[in-house]
C-alpha cells in the first residue's frame, strides 16, 4: 500500500471516530432509536465492540471535521468520503445515516455503508476508489475477530445490521457464530477467500432474506464458499424476516441457525422442482441427474451416499448410474450461469429449456 493510500485509510479512520462520537452524542436521535427497537442497543454502548456511528445531517459536517485534522481536498476526494458539487464546493457523501465500517482483508477500515431512516436508497455505499471496492470487504469483520478466533463459526449475511444481530444473538446465548455481512446479494470469490482466511473451521454458514431474492443469492453463493469450506450451510428463516428482524424474537434466529442443513441439498431440491414436469421421459431424467450431480458431490461426504439413493428413486434410475455421474462431475467443468432475475436459475444450475428435452 503506496503512502497515498494510507492517507485515504487515515481518513476513514478519522471519519469513523467523527461518526462514532456523533452517534454517541445524540442519545435522543432516530439512528439510537432505531437501533433499539431492531434489539441493537449494544451498538450505540460507548463499550460495544462495533465502530458503528452516524453521519449526521448537514452539508459539510465531516468535510469541515476532516479539513480540522489536517485532510486536504485532494485527499478527501479520493477517498470518497466527500464529492464536489457543480459550484465546486465539497460535501459530505454520507449524510442522515447510521454508519458501519467495511474492512479490507488485512482489516484496515477502506469503506462506509451508510443506513438511511427512510426516504433514500436504504443503503449507500462508498465509492470504488484506489482503496475501496465493495467485493473485497466485509463489515463485521474487525468486530467478530475476538468470536473467528475462538473458533466461532461464520455467518454469512446480505446487511450490516443482520451481522450485527447475529453477532449480539451468538454474544445472548454464548454460541459460537461470527456474523460477516456482504451488503448486498452477492459475494465475490475475495470476499469468500476473506471469510476462509479469519476461519478456523470446516463449516460456513449462509443466512440471507427468505424472499426469492434472498433464496436466489444464497444458491448463488454455493460455489465460491465450496472452494473453501467442507460444509456449507444454510439457515432457512422464517418468511418475511432477515437476521435482523428475527433478533426480536432471539429463540427463533436461534433455531435457524442451530438447524442449519447443507445448502447443497437446498439447491438440489430447486433444481429438481424445474426438472419436475417431464420427469416421465428417459431423456429429461438423464438431464435432471447431469444438472444435480455436480451439486451431490459438494455434500459433505456423510451425506452424499443417502441423497445418490433418494434421487436413484426418484428419478427411477440404477444407483450405479448416479453413482458414477456424480464421481464424473468432479473431473468435468461446471457450467456456470449468471440469473437474470430471481425466477433464473443460480449460478452453476440449469434449467430444462437449456438442455435436450423430449
Same mark, same amino acid.
Given at each position: ?41 449494544? %451498538?450505540? *454502548?460507548? $463499550? @460495544? +465492540?462495533?465502530?458503528? /456511528?452516524? &453521519?449526521?445531517? =448537514? ?109 449480539? %444473538?451468538? *454474544?445472548? $446465548? @454464548? +454460541?459460537?457464530?461470527? /456474523?460477516? &455481512?456482504?451488503? =448486498? ?109 455436480? %451439486? ?63
Amino acid at each position: 500500500m503506496s503512502c497515498d493510500d494510507h492517507r485515504l485509510v487515515a481518513a476513514h479512520v478519522a471519519a469513523g471516530q467523527f461518526f462514532r462520537e456523533q452517534l454517541l452524542q445524540s442519545r435522543a436521535g432516530w439512528a439510537t432509536a432505531h437501533l433499539t427497537q431492531r434489539g441493537l442497543e449494544h %451498538l450505540v *454502548r460507548t $463499550t @460495544s +465492540h462495533w465502530n458503528v /456511528g452516524y &453521519a449526521p445531517d =448537514g452539508w459539510s459536517r465531516l468535510v469541515d471535521h476532516l479539513r480540522s485534522r489536517g485532510f486536504d481536498d485532494e485527499t478527501l476526494l479520493a477517498s470518497g468520503l466527500a464529492k464536489a458539487t457543480k459550484n465546486g464546493y465539497l460535501i459530505d457523501r454520507f449524510r442522515d445515516r447510521i454508519m458501519f465500517p467495511a474492512w479490507d482483508s488485512g482489516q484496515m477500515l477502506v469503506g462506509f455503508v451508510g443506513r438511511s431512516r427512510g426516504g433514500r436508497p436504504k443503503y449507500l455505499n462508498s465509492p470504488t476508489t484506489r482503496i475501496y471496492r465493495k467485493s473485497d470487504t466485509l463489515v463485521g469483520l474487525a468486530e467478530q475477530r475476538d468470536l473467528l478466533e475462538g473458533s466461532a463459526t461464520p455467518v454469512v449475511v446480505e446487511g450490516p445490521m443482520d451481522a450485527a444481530a447475529v453477532d449480539q %444473538l451468538s *454474544r445472548l $446465548t @454464548s +454460541h459460537g457464530w461470527a /456474523g460477516l &455481512a456482504v451488503c =448486498g446479494t452477492a459475494l465475490s470469490y475475495g470476499q469468500a477467500t476473506m471469510v476462509r482466511q479469519y476461519s478456523d473451521g470446516d463449516t460456513v454458514i449462509v443466512a440471507v432474506d427468505s424472499d426469492s431474492a434472498g433464496r436466489t443469492a444464497a444458491l448463488r453463493w454455493l460455489d465460491h464458499l465450496s472452494t473453501f469450506f467442507k460444509r456449507v450451510q444454510v439457515a432457512e428463516l422464517p418468511s418475511g424476516h432477515d437476521p435482523s428482524s428475527l433478533l426480536a424474537t432471539p429463540d427463533r434466529l436461534f433455531e435457524a441457525l442451530s438447524s442449519a442443513r447443507p445448502l447443497a441439498e437446498l439447491a438440489i431440491e430447486v433444481e429438481m422442482a424445474r426438472w419436475s414436469r417431464i420427469l416421465d421421459h428417459i431423456s429429461g431424467r438423464v438431464n435432471a441427474l447431469r444438472r444435480v450431480a455436480p %451439486l451431490v458431490a459438494r455434500l459433505p461426504q456423510d451425506r452424499v451416499a443417502a441423497q445418490v439413493v433418494e434421487l436413484a428413486e426418484l428419478l427411477q434410475l440404477d444407483r450405479e448410474i448416479v453413482s458414477r455421474e456424480v464421481v464424473e462431475t468432479l473431473d468435468r467443468p461446471v457450467r456456470r450461469r449468471v440469473p437474470d432475475s430471481p425466477t433464473d436459475p443460480p449460478a452453476g444450475l440449469g434449467a430444462p429449456g437449456n438442455s435436450p428435452t423430449p
